[in-house]
C-alpha cells in the first residue's frame, strides 16, 4: 500500500495567487513526522517545512504553511503569493520514527506559476 | 564547501562498464542515503548508512554497490547497468538528535543514462 499520495500530477496557479498542493499518508505508527520538499529543474531537493505528528499547531514557514488534519491524515502544504520562482517539483515525505531516518516519498505535484 | 556535494554531475556508461558516484557531506551529519529517482516516479530508497554501517537495503540489485568509508563520504559503484538504471541518483544526510525533525539534506543529483 502506498504510504505518500500526491493525487494531482500539475497544477497551474496565477502569480501572487495561494495554491494548495495535497497530500495524504498512511501510518499506523504514533510517533512521526512530514515534510515537505521543493525540486527545481536543477535536480535539488529543497527542504521547505515539516509538521511532527503531536505538533498542535500546523507549522508555517514564510510564504509555506501546512495544512495539517491528522484524523484525515492529510498534510497539504499551501503557498501564499505564488512567486514565478516556485515553479517547481514538490513532494510531501513521511519518517515513521520507529523506522530511523528514512523518508518514504510520495509522487509529486508540479507545480506551475503564470505570470 | 558546505552542503552536500555529488560527483560526477552527468554521467553516461555503456553496460559493460564500472563507474562510481561520490557523495561529500560537510554538515557532520551521521546519516548518509542513496535514493533513486526515475521519471514519473516517486523517489526511491535504495541504501542507508548510520555512523557508516548500512543499516538499510532496499531490495537493490548487486549491480549497485554502496561504500561508505566514514560518515561524510558515500560511494555507489556501478557495474554492468541497464537502461533502466538510467536515473537521477540523489545522496542525502541527516543527522538524528532527537530534538531536531532531522529532515533530510540532498545534494543536486548524479544523472545517470546508461546505453
Known sequence: ?115 | ETGVTQTPRHLVMGMTNKKSLKCEQHLGHNAMYWYKQSAKKPLELMFVYNFKEQTENNSVPSRFSPECPNSSHLFLHLHTLQPEDSALYLCASSSHNGGDPGELFFGEGSRLTVL
Open chain 1, 1 to 115: 500500500a502506498q504510504k505518500i499520495t500526491q493525487t494531482q500530477p500539475g497544477m497551474f496557479v496565477q502569480e501572487k495567487e495561494a495554491v494548495t498542493l495535497d497530500c495524504t499518508y498512511d501510518t499506523s505508527d504514533q510517533s512521526y513526522g512530514l515534510f515537505w520538499y521543493k525540486q527545481p529543474s536543477s535536480g535539488e531537493m529543497i527542504f521547505l517545512i515539516y509538521q511532527g505528528s503531536y505538533d498542535e499547531q500546523n507549522a508555517t514557514e514564510g510564504r509555506y504553511s501546512l495544512n495539517f488534519q491528522k484524523a484525515r491524515k492529510s498534510a497539504n502544504l499551501v503557498i501564499s503569493a505564488s512567486q514565478l520562482g516556485d515553479s517547481a517539483m514538490y513532494f510531501c515525505a513521511m519518517r515513521e520514527l520507529n523506522q530511523g531516518g528514512k523518508l518514504i516519498f510520495g509522487q509529486g505535484t508540479e507545480l506551475s506559476v503564470k505570470p
